[in-house]
């Protein structure tokens, strides 16, 4: 697997992983939840090709998108 591919694979799974944050948190529909993750800054901070939050766990990420 290339460093991109690597690189893709880890955002994908954090992804995953604040959706399903919210939505247990919050109760949202799944629609609702990606709209906030995919518009929020963090997700922008993490498709940078130079970003180190792809090293971070979900659930920092997701706390740290929950004080946006």
């Known amino acids: ?3 991109e591919q ?3 694979y880890l955002l994908n799974r954090i992804v ?5 944050f919210y939505i ?3 109760g949202m529909q799944i ?3 990606l709209h906030k993750v995919y ?4 997700y ?3 498709t940078k090709p130079d970003s ?3 090293s971070q766990s979900p659930s920092y990420l997701y706390c740290l998108m929950m004080t946006e």
């Open 1 to 3: 697997m290339s460093k």
């Open 6 to 8: 690597t690189r893709e």
């Open 16 to 20: 995953d992983k604040i959706t399903e």
């Open 24 to 26: 247990a948190d919050t």
């Open 31 to 33: 629609e609702d939840a």
């Open 39 to 42: 518009n929020s800054k963090i």
């Open 44 to 46: 922008e901070a993490l």
């Open 52 to 54: 180190y939050l792809v």
